[in-house]
């Protein structure tokens, strides 16, 4: 399956973004996908998986401000983000395989979108 992440910006703090995942191949709806960050110098972090019956685990810090959801018609999976805040810069990817926070256990990553959260 091949990935690709949009819908990254600029925005100002307490905005709203909506990234977009969108996956080719058959069989998008049989993929756990998950949305992983990466700020300068940091690690890459977990935000949120969602299975193949829509069923989501999500980062707990993350819990309430972002939602992950699918549209398996669309081959597309999205990750709603609310109350943002300048914490949040990062670079955002998407990944397709598993609904762990183990970023190694991914064999499938979209080329990232860049968030930028202006305060």
């Known amino acids: 399956v091949q990935l690709q992440a949009s819908g990254g910006g600029l925005v100002q703090a307490g905005g709203s973004l909506r990234l977009s995942c969108a996956a080719s191949?058959?069989?998008?709806?049989?993929?756990?996908i998950a949305w992983f960050r990466q700020a300068p110098g940091k690690e890459r972090k977990f935000i949120a998986a969602i299975n193949w019956v829509s069923s989501t685990v999500y980062a707990d810090s993350l819990k309430g401000r972002f939602t992950i959801s699918r549209d398996n018609a669309k081959n597309t999976v999205y990750l709603q983000m609310n109350s943002l805040k300048p914490e949040d810069t990062a670079v955002y990817y998407c990944?397709?395989?598993?609904?762990?926070?183990?970023?190694?256990?991914?064999?499938?990553w979209g080329q990232g979108t860049q968030v930028t959260v202006s305060s």
């Open positions: 990944a397709a395989g598993s609904t762990t926070s183990d970023p190694g256990l991914y064999n499938y």
């Open positions: 191949g058959r069989t998008f709806s049989s993929f756990a």
